[in-house]
C-alpha cells in the first residue's frame, strides 16, 4: 500500500510539479550567470582579501615579522576585532560581542586541545615560527562540535611537526 491515494488530485500534483521544476532550474541557473558577469578591475586581488574561510597560514605570518599573532589573524580573517583593555592586555573577539555577564573570549584549540591564552590574553606562549596554520571558527555550524565552549568562535592553531 502506498501512503499517497490515487486519484485525479494525486495525478494532478505531480504533473503539476513536473511542469514547474524544469522552470525552476531556469530560473536558479539565469541569476546566478547573471550575478557573475564580468569582473571589476578596481577589486583587491585574491592575496589582499581578508579570507572567507577564516585561515592564516604559515607563510602569512612569516611575511609579518614581530607582529603579534593576533593581529595577523584580525588582519587576514573577517570578523575578528583586537583591541587593548584597560590593563594592557589583549581581547580577541569574533562576530563581537556574545555575553553580558560572561567571558567574550574565543576558545582556543592547539594541536586539538583546549590551550588557555597567556596572561593578559595574548598567545605570547606559542613561538610564530611553530605555527603551520591558523582557522578561524565562527558560524555555529561549524563551532558546534565545541558545544557551549565554542559560543564564541574557535581559533584552531595546528604546529608544524618534526621532520624525522
Do not use: W
Amino acid at each position: 500500500m502506498s501512503s499517497l491515494r490515487e486519484g485525479p488530485i494525486s495525478s494532478f500534483a505531480a504533473c503539476a510539479a513536473r511542469a514547474v521544476l524544469p522552470f525552476v532550474l531556469l530560473v536558479g541557473l539565469t541569476s546566478s550567470c547573471a550575478q557573475r558577469s564580468g569582473t571589476r578591475r578596481d577589486e583587491p586581488t585574491r592575496a589582499d582579501r581578508p579570507s572567507p574561510a577564516g585561515s592564516v597560514s604559515a607563510n602569512t605570518i612569516e611575511k609579518e615579522p614581530g607582529k603579534p599573532i593576533e593581529e595577523i589573524i584580525a588582519a587576514r580573517v573577517a570578523g575578528v576585532v583586537v583591541t587593548r583593555t584597560s590593563d594592557g592586555g589583549i581581547a580577541v573577539h569574533i562576530r563581537g560581542a556574545a555575553s553580558f555577564y560572561g567571558n567574550n573570549q574565543p576558545l582556543y584549540i592547539l594541536d586539538g586541545m583546549p590551550f588557555v591564552p597567556g596572561q593578559n590574553g595574548g598567545l605570547t606562549g606559542i613561538n610564530p615560527n611553530d605555527i603551520e596554520s591558523i582557522r578561524v571558527l565562527k558560524d555555529a555550524a561549524e563551532t558546534s562540535m565545541y558545544g557551549s565552549r565554542g559560543a564564541n568562535g574557535v581559533i584552531l592553531i595546528k604546529t608544524k611537526k618534526p621532520k624525522p
